[in-house]
C-alpha cells in the first residue's frame, strides 16, 4: 500500500523555522512528483510548493515565495519542506502529495498523507 507520512510539525514562534518531512512508501517514488498543501481553519486546502520528478523544476505559492524551500531525496525516498521566517499566517495542516507528472499536484489518483501540525504563535 501507498503511504505518505508527515513529520517535524509543531509549535514555533513568529519568525522562526521548521523542517517538515515526507516519508514515501509502496510506491515508485523516483517517478512520482512531489507537492505539499496545507489547509487553515475555516480555508480551503491551498497550494504550496511542488517539486518536479526530476527535481529540476520546483513551484511555489506566492505566499510562501523566498521563505519555503521543497526538496526531494530519491534515496531515502523523502521529500522535505523547509519553512523559515514563519508567520501566523502560515499555522496550518500541512498535507504531502505524491502524484504523476501527467497531472496536476493534488488531482485524480494522486496520494496523500495524514497532514501534520504546524502552529506560529504571535
Known amino acids: 500500500q501507498v503511504q505518505l507520512v508527515e513529520s517535524g510539525g509543531g509549535l514555533v514562534r513568529t519568525g522562526g523555522s521548521l523542517r517538515l518531512s515526507c516519508a514515501a512508501s509502496g510506491l515508485t517514488f523516483s517517478v512520482y512528483s512531489m507537492a505539499w498543501f496545507r489547509q487553515a481553519p475555516g480555508k480551503e486546502r491551498e497550494f504550496v510548493a511542488a517539486?518536479?520528478?526530476?527535481?529540476?523544476?520546483?513551484s511555489y505559492a506566492d505566499s510562501v515565495k523566498g521563505r519555503f524551500t521543497i526538496s526531494r531525496d530519491d534515496a531515502q525516498t523523502t521529500a522535505y519542506l523547509q519553512m523559515n521566517s514563519l508567520k501566523p499566517e502560515d499555522t496550518a495542516v500541512y498535507y504531502c502529495?505524491?502524484?504523476?507528472?501527467?497531472?496536476?499536484?493534488?488531482?485524480?489518483?494522486?496520494?496523500w498523507g495524514q497532514g501534520t501540525q504546524v502552529t506560529v504563535s504571535s
Open positions: 517539486i518536479q520528478w526530476t527535481g529540476s523544476t520546483t
Open positions: 502529495n505524491a502524484y504523476d507528472a501527467r497531472i496536476l499536484p493534488g488531482g485524480r489518483g494522486s496520494y
